[in-house]
């Protein structure tokens, strides 16, 4: 590209974007020096596309089984406590970020953040800002998957496996 005709191009963009007039100058001191100025070019164009993705999940945030334990063997009915870390517990409804529901999957693992978690017999929901909840387990063993989901039940990157032995 000869330096005539990147000229020509800053002058445009100049016109339509304050911040670009910098990288202009930048690039045009830059081409001055070597002549190559394209790279800096895509770059500048990725920055400007690259978009936030929507994480209502803050860094930091936790759910956990406060009982029991992993490997517990434990006796039907199951009682079970949840706990969370930087993240709220509240009924379903409105999705706001870094809050919602519990929910305990029962042996069939947690759900794809990002999908809706179902309701069916081992999909329970706690709606309600629940944190504890029992469930009839029959005996054998069990995986639970503590998942929170946001107020319209849309999986969270939030979970905790567990395996039980019911009496
Ligand atoms: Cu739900």
Sequence with gaps: MEAKETEGDLMIWSGHNRKLVASALAILLFAT????????????????QAAE??????S????????????ATVSSPV???????????????????GAGHFHLLV???CVTPGET????PGHHHYGGGQ????????????TVCLQAGDGVHTALD???EIRLIVK
């Design 131 to 142: 944190q504890e909840a029992e469930l009839e387990l029959s005996a054998g063993e069990h």
């Design 60 to 71: 930091g945030a936790k759910v956990f089984f406060l009982t029991p334990s992993d490997g």
């Design 158 to 160: 939030l979970t905790e």
């Design 79 to 97: 009682q079970f406590t949840m706990g969370t870390e930087n993240f709220t517990i509240e009924p379903s409804g409105p999705v706001n970020m």
């Design 107 to 109: 042996d069939t693992g």
């Design 117 to 120: 978690i179902p309701s069916n």
């Design 33 to 48: 020096g070597c002549g190559d100025d394209d790279s800096d070019d895509d770059a500048m164009d990725e920055g400007n």
């Design 53 to 58: 993705p929507k994480d209502m999940t803050p």
